[in-house]
DNA sequence: AGGCAAGTCGGACACGTGTCCCCGTCAAGG
DNA sequence: CCTTGACGGGGACACGTGTCCGACTTGCCT
């Protein structure tokens, strides 16, 4: 029994030239009607319209980049995936990128594999590539090397202080000099330090703005700051945070103010002392680092810092874009970000 | 005065042949050193390797491909990059992908932009698609048929019971089940929905399992169980669980344990009993849903249930891993992964 | 010096695309 | 009927790559 009237054979189009077969059309003449020239009859474009309704073809991204059309491709190279500040910058410059007709190519550059990553990028030819996070800094400064003699811009975003490297970053300093401005004013002089550990790698880090504010309010680093980081090792923050706290409970000379690295080191003090019975922030005064969605969900909620993340990443965005045709710029583009004061319900006034 | 040592000249490479006249050796000869074939003396791949090794230089990918080379990239159309457990699916994939070489091309599948995004995808010739999250049924089910008809693999994490889908997802109604007999067993009868919206759309929804308990306890639904989901706007979910929880404290006929559609949405109800004086779990008991890190971070420490990311992005990837050489297959596949239950402190004996 | 093999060179092709150019077709108008 | 113009067909090219193949240049051995 022959089928009378024969099912859509299973034709397989990978090709213009399959397209235009299964249209019925020449190659260039369906061509023409996909780059919408001039000079076609309004029934030919339908019919290849149809067609491409009907069978989702698509034109080689790759052999269109060949011809010379440009891949409109950013490589992020992502230090981490796991950290929600870190997240949430990948989540909002892919946003950004999208809207400007960008794709996003992401890998984590991991210690050793940041040689690989970047020539994965560079064989793909993306326009640019940004880096998010902390790296080894050798190795991305090798890279940036790279990409500068080759004339791919570049942006490297929290990475502060690295050779020859385009950076935005935020002013971390200045975010811990409110900070402690902000509990100077309530009356705290000593101060513990959560995770936060020392030698200043730059003038934008942490370190710096806590010895840059004792200076200013006339303390003296060494009697007023106290750090019992040698005491634990730190693998789970919040466990970190917890057991940091625990220790000072039973420290002689117990400061009346904490500052925690991060957030999770903060939530996880906040625990440490509850536990002891101690009421924040009757007791004692703590902050946290970063903003995140966790601050508030505390009791009390978090004084903390905020990244201006959409900041950051606006201007990095800027940043980059703004380099893509052009040649290499030969002084590297350093933008600090300014860092803001969330106020929560974790500082208070000393008790006298 | 001329220069006496010519520094090197700013020379673009940007393909073999570029690469070939800086090297000073022919187009065809590099190649075969770059692709290792045999019969070529020690110190010409030298030459070629050092010259690599200076400019950086990397064949361009997508000639490659157009010369026949699989383009080893995977699409992946997140529903968001916000939410916890989807970001930490996405780094699992991203990382097991990259083990097996292949590269993400990742982009958010709003409703709308579904269509193109996955014609970018298919434009750039990616291997396969994967889809994580709840999405619009229509639009991914359109998608999803578009994909089967030009033989291009894929998978959905997360959205059960498509049609003709490619499915991982978890049991959560299994989960559901094992929370409620979890809390059976420690004496409770009456339970609260937080977010547990009505309505069950498959058979491994949060509550069918809910259904499925009650029979099996021989609770009768409509009494056993109440909600007052529809008091509040659900906006944020912290917020939103602390509404619910305050609206609950509230109720005349309280119920002894409260199931939060997922962590934060818990927590946030945590917070909403303490803040009016109640002990959690002497008073009530409450559970939490993915097992985030936050559920851990509160106090009383949150019982939740594990999605086994792990083992569904594992799934997931071996499935659209097994399907890349071959024919499409006619029945799609379906896979459950079990949750587990996680059990922490905020869960106790019913008081007596 | 001559011979021979090991290396190297360079031309050619295909891959999928957009574009240019010329030719064929067809219908309308004179 | 012929002319003209509008439109589609089809050949050609370039883009960067790997590979094949014939021709050329080495350098070593006799």
């Given at each position: 029994m022959p089928t009378p009237l024969k099912p859509k054979p299973p034709v397989v189009i990978r090709s213009t030239a399959d397209f235009a077969r299964y249209v019925g059309l020449a190659r260039t003449t369906v061509s023409r009607v996909l780059n919408g020239q001039?000079?076609?009859k309004p029934k030919t474009i339908d019919q290849v319209q149809r067609a491409l309704a009907e069978t989702g073809f698509t034109p080689n991204a790759h052999a269109l980049h060949l011809k010379g059309?440009?891949?409109s491709m950013i490589g992020i190279c992502m230090?981490?995936?796991?950290?929600p500040p870190a997240v949430r910058k990948l989540s909002i410059l892919q946003h950004v990128l999208r809207t400007r007709g960008f794709s996003s190519l992401i890998e984590v550059f991991s210690p050793g594999t940041g040689r690989d990553v970047v020539r994965h990028f560079l064989s793909l030819r993306v326009e640019a590539i940004v880096f998010i996070g902390h790296f080894h800094r050798e190795e991305i400064e090798a890279r940036l090397a790279e990409l500068t003699t080759l004339g791919t811009p570049h942006v490297v975003i929290d990475?502060?202080?690295?050779?020859g490297a385009n950076t935005v970053s935020l002013d971390r300093a200045a975010g811990m000099e409110a900070v402690i401005g902000h509990l100077y004013d309530l009356g705290h002089r000593t101060f513990g330090l959560l995770g936060?550990?020392?030698?200043?790698?730059?003038?934008?880090d942490r370190m710096t703005g806590i010895q840059a504010a004792m200076r200013s309010h006339g303390l003296e680093f060494d009697t007023a700051v106290t750090s019992l980081d040698h005491l634990h090792e730190r693998r789970n923050d919040f466990d970190y945070g917890r057991a940091l706290a625990t220790s000072f409970v039973r420290h002689?000379?117990?400061?009346?103010a904490f500052l925690g690295y991060n957030d999770e080191i903060a939530v996880g003090a906040l625990r440490g002392f509850q536990e002891a019975g101690l009421k924040v922030p009757r007791d004692l005064s703590l902050t946290g680092f970063n903003?995140?969605?966790?601050c508030h969900m505390t009791w009390p909620t978090l004084t903390t810092v905020d990244q201006n993340i959409e900041t950051t990443i606006d201007e990095a965005a800027e940043l980059i874009l703004s380099q893509l045709?052009?040649?290499?710029?030969?002084k590297p583009i350093v933008r600090t970000i300014p860092a803001k004061l969330i106020i929560g319900e974790s500082t208070g006034p000393v008790r006298v």
């Open positions: 001039p000079g076609l059309k440009r891949t230090e981490d995936l796991a950290t990475h502060f202080g690295l050779k936060v550990t020392k030698g200043p790698t730059s003038r934008i002689p000379q117990r400061p009346t903003n995140q969605d966790i045709g052009k040649p290499v710029r030969p």
